[in-house]
């Protein structure tokens, strides 16, 4: 699928989100396939792990970063990552309503409206304190142009497995040569035609 010596270079993925949403449990559940509890207040990690998808070897690197970091630290490590996992928690509207500013964010460090990027609704199993709808999640992540996977860290570890498949394959498709890139195309154009509907709609 990709040139031989792009297949040595690392997938960096990040990892953003709302305090307490669950990101250092996802990447520990990823990496070691168990769920943890609870964690020390930690500093930035980052993971390293190999895996098989698509009948391809992928060296992975998955950043987890303080919440407190400063603005120019995240914006580095934006510049650092080639896809994105964005997570909220159903259980917290407050981590969902900041994954708009996430996204642009993303966007304007990247300077890009197209990058590869899943939103994760994540303790799916908590669903009586439920403050998010999968279809809230669902609108929200067509409008941002992501990838939507609602999941329970704590219950399913072949659906943080999913999702975390599913960006890597969305690195690999953009990363493929322009003319194999139909996709990534059509995203563009669908992006472009969003923008500009939305501001005719605004003049009028
Ligand atoms: N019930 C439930 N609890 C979860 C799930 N995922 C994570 N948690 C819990 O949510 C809390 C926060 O998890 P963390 O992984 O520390 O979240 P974080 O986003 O890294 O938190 P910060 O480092 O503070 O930003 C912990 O108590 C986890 O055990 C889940 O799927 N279900």
């Keep these: 699928r990709l040139s031989p010596d792009r297949k040595m270079v690392p997938v960096k993925l990040l990892i953003l989100g709302a305090q307490n949403t669950g990101k250092t449990a996802l990447c ?42 400063s603005v120019a ?3 580095s490590s934006i510049r650092w990552a080639d896809g994105f996992l964005l997570l909220y928690s159903i259980t917290q509207r407050l981590s969902f309503l900041d994954v708009p500013r996430l ?3 993303i966007e304007q460090t990247k300077q890009s409206l197209v990058v590869p990027t899943v939103l994760v609704a994540n303790k799916a199993d908590l669903e009586i304190g439920r403050e998010v709808t999968t279809e809230e999640g669902q609108r929200l992540a067509k409008d941002l142009r992501c990838g939507f996977r609602e999941l329970s860290v704590a219950e399913a ?6 999702a975390v498949f599913q960006l890597i394959r969305l690195v690999w498709d953009q990363q493929r040569p322009l003319p194999d890139r139909r996709s990534y195309m059509l995203t563009v154009r669908h992006a472009l035609t969003r923008k500009l509907t939305r501001s005719k709609t605004m003049q009028w």
């Design 28 to 69: 520990v559940r990823f990496i070691t396939k168990r769920f943890i509890g609870e964690y020390d207040h930690k500093k930035e990690v980052t993971y390293r792990c190999s895996r098989a998808l698509d009948q391809e070897a992928v060296d992975l690197e998955i950043l987890d970063i303080a919440c407190k970091g």
């Design 73 to 75: 630290s995240l914006e």
């Design 103 to 105: 996204k642009k964010l």
């Design 157 to 162: 570890v072949l659906a943080v497995e999913a």
